[in-house]
């Protein structure tokens, strides 16, 4: 049985930092597609950043570009996300993801290609 288990979320100021992490279960982050969503109230589901080829390779949302970063220790099953300077804009429910998809597939992943979701953890940033 697959679990993917999320914990980090919180409540920050502009400006402010978290991290996100996802312990996975029954599934190795290092053979998987593994990736971050967020959704805000009343949008649709986004990729915000992606890790394949055992973490050697990332891409990230043009909008978190720079002040998101994604990461795993394949020793721990567990995927992390480092959010710093962080924006109002970047409130949303984040959910950690994972997919069986090949590295080149695993860069264009959207919602509905996921194979596991996590239960999803808030991130609020005030202003």
């Known amino acids: 049985q697959v679990q993917l288990v999320e914990s980090g979320g919180g409540s920050v100021q502009a400006g402010g930092s978290l991290r996100l992490s996802c312990a996975a279960m029954?599934?190795?982050?290092?053979?998987?597609?593994m990736a971050w969503f967020r959704q805000a109230p009343g949008k649709e589901r986004e990729a915000v950043a992606k890790?394949?080829?055992?973490?050697?390779?990332?891409s990230y949302a043009d909008s978190v570009k720079g002040r998101f970063t994604i990461s795993q220790d394949n020793a721990k099953n567990t995927v992390y996300l480092q959010m710093n300077s962080l924006k109002p804009e970047d409130t949303a429910m984040y959910y950690c993801?994972?997919?069986?998809?090949?590295?080149?597939?695993?860069?264009?992943?959207?919602?509905?290609?996921?194979?596991?979701w996590g239960q999803g953890t808030q991130v609020t940033v005030s202003s």
């Open positions: 993801a994972s997919a069986t998809l090949a590295p080149y597939a695993c860069v264009g992943l959207r919602a509905g290609s996921v194979s596991y």
């Open positions: 029954g599934v190795s982050v290092r053979n998987s597609c």
């Open positions: 890790s394949y080829n055992w973490g050697s390779g990332t």
